[in-house]
């Protein structure tokens, strides 16, 4: 009708809101050093994931000739194990089966528990079938969080066996409870906004309510989750390869190399356990501030 | 067509306050709204309106009563039904922002209601989006923007391009100024009128802004603690309320003219709490002209005319006392 109108221009605008979303990010990132460092850490730690088990100066998975635990040298930067294969290839190599191991667990945690959080979230405290839903997730997440999680998910491997697939089922498992109680939260606030009631008015179902309306605006605190999450999946990761119920052992693994160095460590050859130790503190660290980092820049409260 | 579009008869919601207690948030109200009319539902915080609106949406579902839309009995209907009748009573909430999506366009905001009307296929529903939105003087441009890009009146013709996308017959309007500087108010009381008269819209607007009430509404409810205590015609009521509420609530109006100085009638005391309340009628224990009679029962609506009902003993000696102004 009214094409000519003084208040907006006549063509659409930038979507300024993305962009100023960008630099905000980039003048907070620049004004925190352990935000950088978790960034670069989170980094190097992916892209070893990707060319790790290529770049190494030796194979990774077979003994060399020569006598085995040989001292860190210009040779062997960290050593060689008892095998004598090159502690310095391993311990570029594990990120592949670790941040696997971490990163595919954590998708599915994320996405089982947020599906659950937003149905036990919206429709928590009201009626029928759903309530009943609701109720009986928060009950199953309560059981899954009442266990120790180490001796929990020791027991689910320990149910169908070592292996990537059973270590990453079992920490998508645990994890989800997490997930869920934090996507909760967010939805039990947004589902009081005025514009739930608004689609309502407009004839939306509730459960498309829940998911395409109240879902995209309560996702914020779980995103946040992520990295934390990932640090998180790759220490337990390697608790149970030190166990002998992750991954199996030739594999270059944190976990299972520690476990390998560890009698060393008693008879005097340190560096078998302890580059690989220090590496994964180091990267366990680095998820850990980087999910920092996005939870306050993600929180309203606390930014500027 | 019957001319009358929504009958509310004996609406009353209940909620349970704990300890055995009740708020009779919305007591045994009953009115009517004909087709293309606006009725003001006026009252002051608590006094119950917006709870009567929301459950004519069926936001809320009511404690008893009946509701009438255009002859179909709404409260026998189960929600999935009623979303069916959803496109012909539409709301524009109270907080311009708060009430749309943050994370969508407006275009697909604006479209969301009809998603009801399946034989629009996108491009007649975008072509309805854009209808709309000039008929609230938003641009074509304002389709693919995030509403946080757009001024609070600017938001509140957004709620109104939504509500009327789907060419309602009624439009409940819950405060839709009250949140807006008083400047774009004006605007938007002036759009308000425009479209009532443009589209045939019938309105409940929702309200304690009198003037807001004055400027766009025919007739008026006044509510005090869950009932209506007198409707009428708006000009009526406004120059010779007969219920004391009523008289009180309008005499607190400020007029820009001082020469038009009104008669002041101020009520003293409490509003009692709303839970619980004693048999009688509510305004008892503030009125100037209680009588013995008011605290034993609550008084009837009775007719004063060609749609004009009181609920006072005295309403009579109210119509001798004349009218507010005092020119």
């Given at each position: 009708m009214s094409s000519d109108n003084p208040s907006l221009p006549a063509t659409p605008l930038p979507r300024v809101g993305q962009q100023t979303a960008w630099r905000d990010f980039l003048s907070f990132?620049?004004?925190?050093?352990?935000?950088?460092?978790?960034?670069?850490?989170?980094?190097?730690?992916?892209?070893?994931?990707?060319?790790?088990?290529?770049i190494g100066p030796y194979p990774t998975e077979t003994a060399l000739p020569g006598m085995p635990l040989q001292p860190p040298?210009?040779?062997?930067?960290?050593?060689?194990?008892?095998s004598n294969m090159d502690i310095f290839s391993r311990v570029i190599a594990a990120p592949r089966i670790d941040l696997t191991i971490a990163l595919v667990s954590t998708a599915i945690a994320f996405a089982g528990g947020v599906a659950l959080g937003v149905i036990s979230g919206f429709f928590g405290g009201g009626?029928?079938?759903?309530?009943?839903l609701s109720e009986g997730i928060m009950r199953a997440a309560d059981i899954i969080q009442a266990f120790p999680v180490f001796i929990f998910a020791l027991a689910l491997v320990g149910f169908r066996g070592p292996g990537t697939e059973n270590v990453i089922a079992a920490l998508a498992f645990l994890n989800i409870p997490y997930f869920l109680r934090i996507t909760r939260g967010a939805v039990l606030q947004v589902r009081e906004r005025p514009f739930v009631e608004a689609q309502r008015c407009a004839g939306n179902s509730e459960w498309r309510i829940a998911f395409v309306h109240v879902m995209p605006n309560a996702l914020t605190p779980p995103l946040a989750n992520i990295s934390p999450t990932i640090g998180f999946s790759i220490l337990l990761t390697s608790g149970l390869s030190f166990v002998g119920a992750g991954v199996p052992v030739p594999t270059p693994e944190w976990g299972s190399m520690i476990a390998i160095g560890a009698p060393n460590m008693m008879t005097g050859q340190w560096w078998t356990a302890l580059f690989p130790g220090l590496v994964l503190g180091i990267v366990i660290l680095g998820y850990a501030l980087v999910g920092d980092g996005l939870k306050e820049f993600l929180d309203p409260v606390n930014k500027r | 067509m019957a001319a009358t579009l929504l009958q509310v008869s004996d609406l009353t919601k209940i909620f349970p306050?704990?300890?055995?207690?009740?708020?009779k948030a919305v007591s045994e109200v009953s009115f009517t709204i004909r087709r293309g009319e606006a009725l003001a539902l006026v009252g002051e915080s608590g006094s119950g309106k917006t709870t009567t609106g929301r459950c004519l949406l069926r936001l809320i579902e009511p404690t008893a009563g009946h509701i009438q839309f255009d002859g179909v009995d709404i409260l026998a209907q189960t929600q999935r039904q009623f979303r069916a009748l959803r496109p012909r009573m539409q709301m524009v909430f109270q907080e311009p922002y708060d009430s749309l999506s943050p994370r969508m366009?407006?275009?697909?905001i604006i479209e969301e209601p009809l998603r009801m009307l399946p034989e629009l296929d996108a491009a007649e529903r975008q072509r309805r989006?854009?209808?709309?939105?000039?008929?609230?003087?938003?641009?074509?441009?304002?389709?693919?923007?995030?509403?946080?890009?757009f001024s609070a009146g600017q938001q509140q013709r957004i709620g109104i391009a939504r509500a009327l996308v789907t060419r309602p017959d009624l439009v409940l309007l819950d405060e839709p100024t009250s949140a807006l500087d008083v400047s774009v108010r004006a605007e938007i009381l002036d759009l308000l009128s425009d479209l009532q008269a443009e589209l045939g819209l019938a309105y409940l607007f929702i309200s304690h802004d009198l003037t807001a009430v004055r400027r766009v509404c025919q007739r008026v409810a006044i509510m005090y603690l869950g009932r209506i205590v007198e409707t009428g015609e708006t000009e009526q009521i406004f120059e010779a309320p007969l219920h004391p509420y009523s008289r009180a609530l309008l005499s607190s109006v400020l007029y820009p003219d001082p020469a038009s100085r009104l008669s002041r009638y101020v009520l003293t005391g409490e509003i009692p709490s709303p839970i619980d309340l004693p048999q009688g009628c509510h305004l008892a224990s503030r009125c100037p002209m209680v009588e013995p009679r008011c605290r034993s029962a609550y008084p009837p609506m009775d007719r004063f005319g060609e749609g004009r009902s009181v609920a006072c003993y005295r309403a009579q000696e109210m119509r001798a006392l004349g009218g507010l102004t005092t020119h």
């Open positions: 990132t620049r004004q925190r050093g352990g935000f950088q460092l978790g960034l670069a850490i989170v980094a190097l730690s992916l892209g070893l994931a990707v060319f790790g088990p290529h040298s210009w040779r062997h930067w960290m050593g060689t194990d008892v009626r029928g079938v759903p309530k009943l | 306050v704990g300890g055995g207690h009740q708020l366009r407006v275009g697909r989006a854009l209808e709309v939105l000039g008929m609230v003087r938003l641009g074509r441009a304002a389709y693919d923007r995030y509403p946080h890009q």
